[in-house]
């Protein structure tokens, strides 16, 4: 290398060097400030992007909200009649401003949610199995200043519609947006009832049965409860979150023989299994698996005595995840294969199709909770009976409005609902239908014990057996009603026997000739074809089709023998004759 060449280099290198070092004083001429301010504007960036804000876009907005979207067939009669005239979900939804973010929507909730204060009266309720749930009551009573209070009963006369709430995982009647809607409710006149879980709003668990996302027997014992008790008063049911996932899969279910008049489901997650993916994929919305599970673990140890009998407390104790809880406890308690299996079977997605009474479902797009992907569409929209409405915001169960966040859109838009379907021809009325053979076993473990408080503010006041024999599930007869229908049918017998002479009675019964049994025969299959044509038409035509089908070789057999015989006979007569 030449001498110019080195010294190019060097000169080149000093440049270099002297270029940064110029860059460095330039730097170290900024005030602290300005670094403050820009590393501020870059968190801000990040974390509005991280908890999906969306105020610059209600701001450009000019705060007019967005749409609610409607899905539902385009011949139902349930949008037609009543839907059609709810004003609330036909309008726009906007967010509390400083609240426009589904996470801090869903946290707010949580952790304020501004409830309203009222006292429940409570009512514990024995169920069949030996289970213990709580049933806290606030009537439709209006006093001075709407201030409510809980009256002492309910006649059976009483024809002001009941709402039964069904609330979500680990969730009772003390949560804030349960409160929001039975306050709410009620202050409409109704009386709403909330059916707390297995195991939660202070009520020990008193058998090996614990609830999940999919058990819907409880339901079905409080709502056919509820319906013996108050035969007037029309049901009405709402369901949140898992509560709704339970909520729809009973109505699925049950199908025409529910005796709910309406619906509404709030926050499905609809498809358990989508749900268990989305909940693991990105860090927010592990922060919300983490929690939920705190939640479960919680409610666990509450139980350890049972859970740690039926289940893996070891594993319960080590659960990071809701899916780690399900294999743990779910499953081994609810006899589950997997946990797949259990998210499968009990996804209320496969059973809404199913829906045959009105039902209004309402969820938020950015749910972090409950993803957007579990929801169906196409089944809601293939059942006249459903009524899809979703949001573009709202979060989880969160749906606050108004400048203080006083309100949730999706109570108001729920009462409405409700108000205008009671006033319309389109309730589901059940059909009584009698299905002989079937009965409730009337020595059952409701009968056991005292289940019954009508106390103040939750104080438990047990009443004895006397009263629990009154309050067979369903509508199925009490105790005393079957006795004195057993007494009744003896005495007629009797009556009867003794009109009937004595040479009757000592008769010898007549003896069982071919004829006589044939015509028996023939008796016993025409009476039950006749039971098969009252139940339903259609299959006689399937039972026709399937005899047809099922004899058609014999049949033919002998036809193509006796025919075939026949023809051989004409044709040997013929070629005789000449």
């Known amino acids: 290398m030449s001498f110019s060449e080195e010294s190019s280099s060097s000169s080149s290198s000093s440049l270099n060097g002297d270029a940064y070092a110029l860059l460095f004083n330039a730097l170290r001429l900024i005030p602290i400030s300005h670094y403050l301010l820009a590393l501020s504007l870059l968190f801000v960036i990040v974390i509005y992007n991280f908890l999906e804000f969306h105020f610059v876009e209600d701001l450009f907005s000019g705060f007019r909200g967005s749409p609610v979207r409607l899905t539902f067939n385009s011949s139902s009669p349930i949008y037609d009649g009543v839907v059609s005239k709810c004003k609330i979900v036909h309008g726009r939804y906007l967010v509390t401003p400083w609240l426009s973010s589904p996470h801090i929507q869903t946290a707010f909730l949580h952790f304020f949610g501004r409830p309203p204060c009222f006292s429940y009266r409570r009512q514990l309720f024995r169920l069949s199995d030996g289970g213990m749930i709580a049933l806290d ?22 024809t002001t519609p009941i709402a039964i709430v069904i609330p979500g995982l680990t969730s009772d009647s003390a949560a804030s947006y349960i409160r929001h809607l039975v306050f709410n409710t009620a202050k409409h006149g109704w009386n709403v009832v909330v059916s707390n879980h297995r195991g939660l709003g202070g009520v020990s668990i008193t058998s090996d049965c614990f609830y999940n996302a999919g058990w819907t027997e409880d339901a079905r014992e409080v709502i056919g ?73 919680d409610y666990a140890q509450l139980h350890e005595p049972r859970y740690s009998r039926l289940a ?106 409700l108000g205008v379907l009671h006033s319309s021809p389109y309730m589901h009325v059940r059909k009584k239908v009698q299905e002989p053979g079937l009965h409730l076993s009337t020595e059952s473990s409701i009968d056991q014990g005292p289940y019954l408080n009508v106390s103040e503010d939750g104080m438990v006041a047990a009443v004895g057996n006397e009263q629990t024999r009154n309050s067979i599930v369903g509508d199925h007869q009490t105790n005393s009603e079957m006795v004195l229908d057993n007494e009744q049918d003896e005495q007629l017998t009797g009556a009867k026997s003794d009109a009937v002479p004595n ?76």
């Open 137 to 158: 009551w606030l009537m439709g009573s209006t006093g001075p200043g709407d201030v409510f209070h809980a009256n002492n009963f309910i006649s059976k006369d009483d």
């Open 225 to 297: 409860y509820l319906h013996h008790e108050y035969p007037k008063a029309p049901l009405f049911a709402i369901g949140t979150s898992i509560g709704a996932n339970i909520l729809v899969k009973y109505l699925g279910e049950e199908g025409e023989k529910t005796p709910v008049a309406g619906a509404a489901a709030i926050c499905s997650p609809w498809d358990l299994l989508i749900g268990d993916r989305f909940i693991g994929r990105r860090l927010i919305q592990k922060l919300y698996d983490r929690a939920l599970t705190i939640g479960l673990q």
């Open 503 to 578: 040479t009757d009675r000592t008769c010898e019964p007549p003896a069982n000739t071919p004829d006589t049994e044939l015509r028996n025969l023939t008796a016993s299959v025409t009476s039950c074809l006749n039971q098969l044509s009252q139940r339903n038409k259609r299959s006689m035509w399937l039972l026709a089709y399937v005899a047809i089908i099922t004899t058609w070789p014999l049949v033919g057999s002998a036809l193509r023998y006796i025919f075939g015989k026949k023809r051989k006979n004409v044709l040997s007569a013929t070629l005789t004759k000449r």
């Open 312 to 417: 893996n407390w070891e594993g319960i104790k080590k659960s990071r995840s809701i899916r780690d809880f399900d294999s743990h406890a779910t499953c081994l308690v609810g006899k589950f294969e997997t946990v797949d299996t259990y998210y499968r079977n009990c996804s209320s997605s496969t059973y809404v199709g199913n829906v045959s009474i009105p039902l209004l479902c309402i969820s938020s797009l950015d749910d972090p909770v409950c993803t957007v992907e579990a929801i169906p569409w196409d089944e809601c929209r293939a059942n006249k009976n459903v009524v899809l409405a979703t949001t573009w915001h709202g979060g989880h169960l969160a749906f606050f409005e108004g400048i203080t966040a006083a309100g949730m859109w999706w109570v108001r838009a729920v009462n409405e609902y």
